[in-house]
Each structure stands twice: as structure tokens, then as C-alpha cells.
């Protein structure tokens, strides 16, 4: 497969506010991924990741898909390849990835699918959306992180009803459960996750970024480590600080304050 090809097939764009969106570009397929479209993925979210002028970034995929996972007739080429070539790992990169990454789910969102939206740190999709683990199904084993996170999004009993019967679960029961921030109508889910991305980029950046790691880091243990994290790193960043980046920060609190009116609770 040529380069321009697989180029076409996870397109990559940018916009002057600092948002970028990845789209994985097969709709005919229903955006199932050959082993050139994930190398290529992996790729395009760490370069997305080391981009300075990136602010956010939005996966998404193009006609009636998200992704619909691997494409099955190339299957012994992705499941016999390097499992621990991380950078080849779309979602080894996502999950390193600084940026916040929000999930805009069209539609089908199937098994390796639904590995790459838990990958996203905020997801949005639309009410009709499909989310669907068919690893049971076709004698496939996990190896994207979907047997151990969709439990502790939704639940162990409901991730067990869907994994272990491969039934999908709707972008509105998604919502119901807490696996979307946002179940949209049709056509509408780029432009929600747009209006999410707009409201990160107002924030201070530099926070964002803080944030969105001691969120995720703090997931990876239990909650007495990931407190002791929060202030280890609260810590070191305000004994990083100047007495001039408190002076800015306390003129900015007190210029925002005087424009938001006083709370009547």
C-alpha cells in the first residue's frame, strides 16, 4: 500500500485555534484497520503529541463508523505483529499522549474500535452509536485494554453482559451508563466534540496538561496513593512558581472575578 494511500486513510487536519482532527478515512470498510492505517495512527497522535501548535485533539471516523476494528482479512499480519512495539500502538500512544484527546463516535465503534474510544479521554457520541466488543465472538483475545477498562467505567457486571454476549450498547445507554460525556443526534457529534475542545483551549494550557495527567496517572492506583500524587504534585508546582507568576495569577483571579456576578445560593 503507497504512502498517499495510507495517507488518505487517517487524514490529519488543523485548525488556527489549535485543535487537530484525526479521521480514519475507509467508510466502504466501515474504517476497519489494516496494519499501515494503525502504524499510521500510532504515529499521527505522537506527532499530534510533541505539536506545540496542538492544543486538543479529536478522533473521529468518516460515514457510519468510528471503527469497526481490524480489518479481518489482514488479521495474522496485526495480531502476529510486535504487541510491545509501542510505537506502532495507537493506544499505547494515546494513553502517553499529553493532549487531551476527545472521542467523537459517529457510529460503529467495534472491539478494536472501542479499545481506541476508551483510549480517549472524553467521548462523544451520537444517541445511535454502536458500541460492540465481539471478541467472545470471533475467538479474538484483547490486547487494546478492553477486558480490564470497560469495567471500571461501567461496572464489572455490565461489562461482563457485554463483552461475554458481544451485545452493543447504544451511544444513549452509553450516556445512561457514564461510558460518554455526551450522547448527540445524528450529524452533531463533530460539532459537540468542537464546542468541547473550544472550551478546554480557554483554559490555561499549561494546567490542561497537568491536569489531564494527575486524572490519569491517579486512575492507575488506589485512591490514599493517588491523593498522596494530587499533593506531591500541587506541591511542586507552586514551589515552582515565581512571586511574579503568583502576582499575574492573583490579578487574573481578582480581573475575573469582578466580571462574574455574586452567587445568589
Not at 68 to 87: H, I, N, P, R
Not at 182 to 196: I, S
Request: hydrophobic content about 40%; some cysteine; proline content about 3%.
Amino acid at each position: 500500500m503507497d504512502q498517499t494511500r495510507i495517507e488518505n486513510l487517517i487524514l490529519v487536519t488543523r485548525d488556527q485555534n489549535g485543535i487537530a482532527t484525526i479521521t480514519i478515512n475507509r467508510p466502504k470498510s466501515l474504517n476497519s484497520l489494516t496494519r499501515p492505517m494503525i502504524v499510521r495512527l500510532a504515529r499521527q497522535i505522537n506527532a499530534l503529541g510533541k505539536d506545540d501548535s496542538v492544543r486538543v485533539i479529536i478522533l473521529t471516523g468518516s460515514g457510519r463508523a468510528f471503527c469497526s476494528g481490524v480489518d479481518l482479512t489482514a488479521a495474522e499480519e496485526v495480531f502476529k505483529g510486535d504487541v510491545k512495539d509501542v510505537e506502532a500502538d495507537p493506544v499505547a500512544q494515546m494513553e502517553q499522549c499529553k493532549k487531551p484527546i476527545i472521542g467523537a463516535i459517529n457510529g460503529f465503534a467495534v472491539t478494536a474500535g472501542f479499545e481506541i474510544a476508551l483510549a480517549c479521554d472524553i467521548l462523544i457520541a451520537s444517541k445511535g452509536a454502536k458500541f460492540m466488543d465481539t471478541h467472545s465472538r470471533f475467538g479474538i483475545f484483547p490486547s487494546w485494554g478492553l477486558s480490564q477498562k470497560l469495567s471500571r467505567v461501567i461496572g464489572a457486571n455490565r461489562a461482563r453482559e457485554a463483552s461475554l454476549t458481544a451485545m452493543p450498547i447504544s451511544g444513549e445507554q452509553a450516556e445512561r451508563w457514564g461510558l460518554v460525556n455526551h450522547a448527540v443526534e445524528e450529524g452533531k457529534v463533530l460539532k459537540k466534540a468542537r464546542e468541547v475542545a473550544e472550551a478546554i483551549i480557554k483554559n490555561n494550557q499549561d494546567m490542561v496538561l497537568k491536569y489531564k495527567a494527575v486524572i490519569n496517572d491517579g486512575l492507575k492506583l488506589d485512591l490514599a496513593h493517588a491523593l498522596s500524587l494530587e499533593k506531591e504534585r500541587a506541591h511542586a508546582y507552586y514551589n515552582g512558581m515565581t512571586k511574579d507568576q503568583f502576582q499575574k495569577m492573583q490579578e487574573f483571579i481578582a480581573g475575573r472575578s469582578s466580571k462574574t456576578p455574586s452567587s445568589k445560593l
